[in-house]
């Protein structure tokens, strides 16, 4: 067990007025702690409700008491968890007894860092906690769940499993490339790496997905004046979150929206109308819309069906656009087949009547890569999703090497590579427990 050999402290629960207020203790004086606060020797992992004692022997509150004891609590250390009144004051008072007693106050995050040390989670169930607790939807918290009750590591841990087993065969192979059994002759190999492979591609493929429900896509709305930028920002927000009228230039500044569409928290950023202007304030309204556009994972750029024309956009090329005509109310059919020819678009809606809101709003999951059939989706960090793309990369050189029977030395460095990213997700595995694997599974002395 890993510990710094201090005792920490902090309140555990939210701030404002509540019914019920958690203090928690974790370290080795936790049990001398609860002592001397509630005058009586705590049995572990038994609620005891009594009186929460100062120094001098009066009552700060009446509340429950729990006491766990190493290794079997959360962080893996002795944990005190004194549940009071939710007020400030109180819970205050009982920090502050706490902290004479010879605690010290707790680092944002520090026990859940201190159970990563004790080996009670791993690094991918102590992100998921702060995940679940900054959920912006129900489909977000369920991956969180996953997550942190380990389904994620344990997806990572079957492909790192399989992947030992391949370094094991291959290395062995090299090791004994002298015998008269040539195993990289066999297609064994071969077809065990492209399933692998397989394996990546699925655990990718819910990663991704939870990693879209954890932060979202940005989607910046864009156009000239009075294209109809702000009413789609109501459509799709269902309120009147900007002001719409027929004065051009009513939008000066940046408004933001976040939306959730089938669990996908999408933030929607409208923006002033492009135009040629001389209003200082205006043109700083466009500064500000060129570089929320230059930022956003998706350009929404708004045409008016009656006036089409495009905005001038100085937007990089690795910023992703699409053109969607508003108020096809106001044409016949023929224009608007004409203009849906003219800017390659088939997203057509008015946003006054919500018509067309459906489609578009569906074309947004699509732009999030949002599959509703997928199941077990696992919430994610952009560099677990790195090191997962580093691993699966590695491992498919590693495959293009044994298929081309060149230098498999190098197909054996790609593998180790590839085991060393999966390391960064949950920090599980080291080079000596594959030393173990090998020495075990082949009889090298014989």
Request: aromatic fraction near 4%.
């Amino acid at each position: 067990m890993s510990s710094s050999g201090d005792t920490i402290t902090a309140i555990a629960s939210g701030a404002g007025r509540a019914g019920i207020g958690i203090v928690r203790v974790s370290g080795s004086m936790a049990p001398q702690i609860a002592q001397a606060i509630c005058h009586c020797r705590l049995p572990p992992r038994e609620a005891c409700y009594l009186p929460f004692l100062a120094a001098d022997g009066s009552v700060l509150d009446r509340g429950i008491a729990l006491l766990f004891e190493a290794p079997n609590s959360f962080t893996g250390e002795h944990v005190l968890e004194l549940q009071g009144h939710g007020g400030a004051v109180v819970l205050d008072m009982i920090m502050q007894r706490v902290l004479q007693l010879g605690a010290r106050t707790a680092r944002p995050g520090e026990f859940s860092e201190r159970a990563f040390l004790n080996d009670k989670l791993d690094l991918v169930q102590a992100e998921a906690i702060s995940d679940l607790i900054d959920s912006s939807s129900v489909a977000a918290a369920r991956a969180a769940v996953r997550s942190m009750s380990g389904d994620f590591s344990a997806h990572v841990e079957r492909i790192q499993e399989e992947l030992i087993a391949l370094r094991v065969w291959l290395e062995a192979a090299l090791d004994f490339s002298e015998e008269d059994i040539d195993f990289l002759a066999e297609t064994a190999l071969q077809d065990r790496t492209k399933l692998l492979i397989r394996e990546f591609d699925s655990l990718l493929a819910r990663a991704e997905q939870g990693q879209r429900l954890r932060d979202g896509l940005t989607i910046v709305i864009a156009g000239v004046t009075n294209a109809g930028k702000s009413s789609l920002l109501n459509a799709l927000s269902g309120s009147d979150a900007a002001i719409v009228t027929d004065v051009e230039g009513t939008t000066r500044d940046v408004l933001r929206e976040q939306i959730t569409i089938d669990g996908v928290p999408l933030h929607v950023v409208d923006t002033a109308g492009v135009r040629t202007s001389d209003d200082p304030v205006e043109l700083e309204g466009i500064r500000r819309a060129h570089a929320q556009m230059a930022s956003a994972d998706h350009v929404l750029i708004i045409v008016d069906a009656q006036r089409p024309e495009l905005p001038v956009l100085d937007l990089p090329d690795a910023v992703a656009r699409s053109v969607v005509i508003n108020k096809q109310d106001m044409v016949d059919a023929k224009t608007l087949d004409e203009l849906r020819s003219r800017f390659d678009t088939q997203l057509c809606i008015s946003a006054k009547l919500s018509s067309g809101i459906d489609e578009l709003q569906a074309y947004l999951l699509s732009l999030a890569g949002h599959d509703s059939a997928l199941e077990g989706v696992y919430s994610a960090r952009r560099r677990h999703l790195e090191a997962l793309h580093a691993a699966r990369r590695a491992t498919d050189a590693a495959l293009r090497r044994l298929d081309a029977s060149s230098m498999p030395e190098l197909a054996a460095e790609e593998l180790r590579l590839a085991q060393q990213s999966l390391d960064s997700v949950t920090g599980l595995f080291d080079s000596e427990d594959l030393l173990g694997r090998i020495f075990s599974s082949f009889c090298i002395g014989k």
